[in-house]
């Protein structure tokens, strides 16, 4: 089984701060430059843990995309990818906060060029899966990735689609983006992105329970707390062990998140193991910098 992740390649600035950000003054802090983007972090932790894994996306024709390249490759990722001559590679600033809590400024540079003739869909096989980042969904990108989609369900392959960011989807609305994801889809979400698609409510397996309509599947994550799935008609929860270190870093723990859950689910494993192996990928993902495992 194959495991295609299509959507966003970024190089992440991560910005480590000692204290609150200081506006109009200077924040002292620790500055890093790694692998980002949703799909290809994703891409990148399938891949620790024994999936087979191929990035679908897009870099721009500079040096930065090609050390993104090179370290997806050194971490076991197979790449399809479009050049973008006029656009550079993505870029996003991650400002953590000493809680470990991640604000990010993106600049999606080259990811808005991948077109539907960029997918190669003559690889897509019965039983592989799809997952789409919903970045790809929210930007130019967005007639890539459900050509995508398409191809993948008339292969016979399963997806799951990853909902992206709140401030996005609120942008965006709740209809337009829900009306993208496929009804047999499995849908990653968290707290605050299945408040924006489904309303609001203090427990995840009620947010799941609401998002999981129409056949289709959804997980919803809340940090270091309870996660739960459910498929509208059935629901499992399972809270987060606690974390020990002090200094976390969340980026990428959702798309860590996603890739534990659907190595277990390819293997067949009931929902409840799925959530743990989910909660175990992200606390790695929290004990590193940046999005990506160290190659």
Not at 51 to 68: H, K, R, V
Not at 82 to 95: A, E, F, M, S, Y
Request: charge should be negative.
């Amino acid at each position: 089984m194959t495991s295609f992740c299509l959507g966003d390649l970024m190089v992440d600035v991560v910005a480590r701060l000692f204290g609150p950000l200081a506006e109009g003054s200077d924040s002292p802090g620790v500055i890093s430059y790694v692998g980002g983007g949703s799909a290809a972090n994703t891409a990148a932790w399938l891949t620790r843990v024994g999936e087979s894994t191929t990035f679908i996306g897009a870099i721009g024709d500079d040096p930065a995309g090609q050390s993104q390249l090179e370290s997806l490759h050194r971490l076991g990722v197979d790449v399809r990818f479009r050049v973008d001559r006029t656009r550079p590679t993505g870029t996003c600033l991650v400002l953590v906060a000493p809680s470990g809590e991640r604000t990010m400024v993106p600049d999606p540079g080259a990811n808005l060029s991948l077109l539907e003739h960029d997918v190669p869909v003559d690889e897509f096989t019965a039983g592989d899966h799809l997952h789409v980042s919903g970045y790809a969904l929210l930007r130019d990108s967005r007639d890539a990735a459900l050509h995508a989609m398409a191809a993948a369900r008339a292969a016979g392959m399963t997806v799951s689609v990853g909902a992206a960011s709140a401030a996005p989807l609120t942008a965006i609305g709740a209809p337009g983006f829900l009306m993208m994801v496929p009804d047999d889809a499995l849908l990653f979400a968290n707290e605050k992105e299945a408040a924006v698609l489904a309303g609001p409510s203090d427990e995840a397996g009620e947010l799941a329970r609401r998002l999981a309509t129409g056949g289709r599947e959804a997980v919803v994550t809340a940090g270091s707390g309870t996660a739960a799935w459910s498929n509208g008609e059935a629901t499992a929860t399972l809270a987060a062990e606690p974390l020990q270190r002090p200094e976390l870093d969340t980026t990428g723990a959702g798309d860590a998140f996603a890739a534990g859950f659907l190595a277990a689910r390819a293997r067949e494993a009931t929902p409840e193991v799925c959530l743990r192996d989910g909660h175990a990928l992200a606390a790695a993902a929290c004990r590193t910098t940046g999005g990506r495992p160290e190659a």
